[in-house]
């Protein structure tokens, strides 16, 4: 108690050097957290860009289909498999899909497609195509001979809605895919490559084209909680392991973790660097917190004070500012985060159009997740700690008699 | 090595005898006619230690190595200071007063030679001990009063004694006791910056006696005082040291203390030129 107070007193005695010393920390628990509410903000972006509205979390597929991604390699979804999904504690709706591929042609052009059937109900807890729906509508109870593509792909195929689409593919073991449909509507995601490539219809209308009837390229599995992908992923392998292959949407896009880890990783060096000059700033603050106090110390030794009460106080010293520090900056960096992560800043022009080349959102929204904010204060305060701990030392160790000299 | 051990030994003892005399001995020993001063009162050779000697220096010399030029500080110093003498140290600037007053007061050592303060050997003590030692046994004043600022009169005298370990109780009971001593009892809730440097100057005394010291070790305490101020700080002083026989060493240039000092120890060239009993 006697340090404590000793400690207290101490730093309301220069109260400029003690709030400059408080407002570097603050300074640098605001800038690192709010550095990583955006970088994680962002990376949250892409993924939800990607697995959360397109491929979702968890896959099911037929055993090598992901290795081998033709139609041979479908499953047939009874429902015993969605019982044993949907026991799952965290997942929230299981969505179906029979992907593959075809040519597409109107009346002048063709291109390759995605052809993609959808469950026209479950769909919207996926991607949600009736929001996404650009022009026309979306497919309601009597549309299965229509189609729903691409806004680029009806640019380039140069078709209007209410015109006939020509499809051409295979199907199933090799039998020849042909159909006739009526574009209903266009459709754009995020993802450039989508509106450049998909024609989208209700699944009963995909099986029957690529003669797959009750089949399924995937299963997709949302969750309430994307925490729990692996743990989930894991129950469902030991329930499907002999039929089905269960893979995560880490295993299913290694290039999104690898660009996500790469791009975390520059930032990560960015905030090194600031935790670097942080660090020094504090350091040159207590060093010289202690030089000024170096005739005190020399005096307190002098008279009896044990060295260990000494650097015992002045840490106290130190750990209370960067408490008081540590906490303020999570104070000032929260509304911030909050405010455009409520408000993402939207992006336009040039900036938009790379976002969009990357297939994202042209749009930032902060991340408000709880550990972007403490993580920060504590590896600051560690940093004060650990930068404090050479003045620390020095004062420790001082000799009395020049101590007084000085 | 024996003597090292001997020496240490005699360190423990000390220590053990002044804490048995802790109950007995309080501030209010301070008090005209309350005559409980630990020294006076341990063990049998007690009738004895009034011609006890505190500080023994035998051969101490000090070289510093300036720039690869050693100076000679102290050069075989052999001074003996017995308890209930008021020891002024004076000399020119270069004499080695102050060295000799770090080394007799533990913040410096020797080159060469023994310094035994309360029979103990300094030399001997590790940094740990030593620190320790000058808490429980000496008493130091400053020429800058250097009391802590932050802390008011009364907790920069009861800052020794809680680092003593003593109860925050008999702590404040004791300081407040002490401040009465020095004529501050009005002003023991004031810091530093509200007091007078002879004010100051005398919660440094407190501060002092706060250990229950075998001496108190004065650099140059009166040279930022007053004729006042150092006429009162040397009564007060002189009061202390007849009525409890409170050791005092100074080390000093100032005539006002020299002319009323009881013994004067002059250093030339780092040697003792004269040593004068009054």
């Not at chain 1, 628990?29 to 962002?42: H, I, K, P």
């Not at chain 1, 509106?195 to 399924?216: C, G, K, S, W």
């Not at chain 1, 106290?316 to 405010?339: F, K, N, Q």
Request: glycine share 6%; aromatic share 8%; charged share 20%.
């Amino acid at each position: 108690m006697l340090y404590f107070n000793l400690a207290w007193r101490n730093i309301w005695r220069n109260k400029r050097r003690t709030i400059i010393t408080i407002l570097s920390i603050v300074v640098a628990v605001f800038l690192a957290s709010v550095m990583r509410s955006m970088q994680e903000g962002q990376y949250t972006d892409m993924i939800e860009n990607t697995v959360g509205t397109f491929s979702g979390y968890i896959q099911i597929h037929a055993d090598d289909y992901w290795d081998d991604k033709t139609l041979d390699n479908t499953l047939v979804a009874t429902d015993s498999v969605y019982s044993k999904i949907q026991a799952e504690e965290s997942v929230r709706a299981v969505v179906p899909r029979l992907e593959s591929f075809a040519l597409a042609a109107g009346q002048n052009q063709s291109r390759p497609a995605m052809v993609m059937g959808v469950d026209i109900e479950a769909e919207r807890n996926l991607s949600d195509p009736e929001k996404r729906i650009q022009s026309g509508s979306y497919f309601g109870k009597n549309d299965e001979r229509s189609v729903i593509i691409g806004t680029e792909l009806m640019q380039r195929l140069d078709v209007q809605l209410g015109d006939s689409l020509v499809l051409i593919g295979q199907g199933f073991r090799g039998m020849s895919a042909t159909g006739l449909y009526e574009v209903k509507g266009t459709i754009a995601f995020p993802n450039p490559q989508l509106n450049r490539n998909l024609v989208m219809m209700p699944i009963e209308t995909a099986q029957y084209f690529l003669a797959a009837e009750d089949r399924l390229t995937a299963l997709s599995i949302i969750l309430d909680d994307t925490e729990q992908v692996d743990r989930t992923v894991s129950n469902l392998q030991s329930k499907f392991s002999d039929d089905y292959e269960v893979m995560s949407w880490e295993t299913m896009m290694p290039e999104l973790t690898q660009t996500i880890e790469a791009d975390r990783g520059s930032g990560l060096i960015m905030i090194f660097i600031l935790y670097i000059v942080v660090g020094f700033g504090i350091l040159g603050t207590v060093l010289m917190m202690i030089t000024e106090r170096t005739y005190e110390f020399g005096v307190m030794i002098s008279v009896g004070t044990p060295r260990l009460a000494i650097t015992l106080m002045l840490g106290i010293e130190i750990l209370l500012m960067a408490l008081v520090g540590t906490a303020a900056g999570i104070v000032v960096s929260i509304p911030i985060a909050w405010y455009f992560n409520v408000n993402p800043i939207q992006f336009s022009g040039d900036i938009a159009a790379v976002y969009q080349s990357y297939g994202l959102e042209a749009v930032l929204q902060f991340s408000m997740e709880p550990v972007v904010f403490y993580s920060q204060a504590i590896t600051v305060f560690i940093i004060t700690l650990v930068f404090s701990l050479l003045p620390l030392i020095k004062a420790s160790r001082l000799n009395p008699v020049e101590a007084m000299r000085s | 090595m024996r003597y090292a051990h001997r020496a240490e030994s005699n360190y423990e003892y000390s220590n053990s005898t002044k804490e048995s005399s802790d109950e007995c001995y309080a501030a209010e020993s301070m008090i005209p006619g309350v005559n409980t001063h630990p020294m006076t009162q341990i063990e049998p050779e007690t009738s004895n230690l009034k011609k006890m000697s505190i500080i023994t220096t035998t051969g101490l010399t000090k070289v510093y190595n300036a720039d690869q030029v050693p100076v000679h500080a102290l050069r075989g110093v052999d001074l003996t200071i017995d308890k209930g003498e008021f020891t002024s140290i004076v000399g020119p600037s270069g004499s080695g007063k102050t060295t000799l007053l770090n080394i007799i007061g533990g913040l410096d050592e020797p080159t060469e030679g023994k310094a035994l303060i309360d029979n103990t050997d300094l030399t001997t003590l590790s940094d740990r001990k030593l620190i320790n030692f000058r808490l429980h046994h000496i008493g130091f004043v400053f020429q800058a009063y250097n009391l802590i600022p932050v802390l008011t009169a009364l907790e920069n005298v009861s800052f020794i004694m809680q680092m003593q370990g003593r109860s925050s109780r008999e702590c404040r009971e004791k300081s407040i006791d002490l401040l009465k001593e020095v004529g501050l009892e009005d002003k023991i809730n004031k810091r530093p910056s509200e007091l007078s440097g002879g004010q100051q100057q005398r919660v440094a005394v407190a501060r002092a006696l706060a250990s229950k010291p075998a001496f108190v070790l004065a650099d140059e305490p009166t040279a930022n005082l007053d004729s006042v101020s150092t006429a009162e700080l040397l009564d007060m002083m002189l009061e202390l040291n007849e009525r409890e026989e409170m050791t005092f060493v100074f080390s000093t240039h100032d005539q006002r203390v020299i002319d009323r000092a009881r013994r004067v120890v002059t250093l030339v060239d780092g040697k003792i030129d004269t040593d004068e009993k009054r």
